[in-house]
């Protein structure tokens, strides 16, 4: 099932009066993918650093990391030193800027722009249909990006099932944070 006809099944089964938290809910999904998106050009750049740069001691690689994780760069500039870095085809560089013009229009604007349109059934269905797109593009942008990387992950032993591993070992490390803490309480 497409994510928008899902998140209209979702709207339609909230009472009234409590619709307007799957708009906010696919708003912050929106915000989410952008962020996950993000952090795809950071990962894009500093494996082109670290195999660039030929770095030899782990000191070099976590200094490259914690330059580019802890810059206060924005998108824009991620994704122009992403263009540079890598051979993108001209397609893909138009859809990284017009995918950066939609998350400054949702960050920045979206609300004060659009907020009429929480006042129609019409509106709030553009709404949630503005943000499933975007989700959508995102997703899709961030798949067709990890092909110009992967080499480089897969060379640093970031294999799909090593970055599953270390997500899982996150997972148990926050539930038996909250078991402390419940346990503590």
């Given amino acids: 099932m497409e994510r928008y006809e899902t998140a209209i099944e979702e709207y339609e089964a909230e009472p009234e009066g409590s619709k307007e938290k799957i708009i906010y ?12 998106l993000e952090e795809t050009f950071s990962i894009m750049l500093w494996t082109d650093r670290i195999f660039k740069k030929k770095v030899k001691t782990n000191k070099e690689v976590n200094d490259i ?9 924005t998108l824009g500039n991620f994704i122009n030193e992403v263009k540079h870095s890598y051979n993108l085809p001209n397609k893909l560089e138009t859809e990284l800027t017009e995918i950066l013009e939609k998350r400054n229009y949702l960050v920045h604007k979206y609300f004060k722009l659009e907020i009429q349109k929480f006042f129609s059934e019409l509106g709030k269905r553009e709404m949630i249909k503005y943000f499933c797109d975007f989700i959508d593009d995102c997703q899709r942008i961030d798949r067709e990006l990890k092909s110009y990387y992967s080499h480089y992950t897969t060379k640093m032993g970031l294999s799909d099932e090593r970055i599953e591993q270390i997500m899982n070992e996150m997972k148990e490390e926050e539930l038996l944070r909250e ?4 346990n503590n309480s």
């Fill in 25 to 36: 809910a696919y708003f912050g999904l929106a915000i989410y993918f952008s962020q996950s």
């Fill in 65 to 73: 990391i914690d330059a580019i994780e802890n810059s206060k760069r």
């Fill in 179 to 182: 078991k402390t803490v419940t």
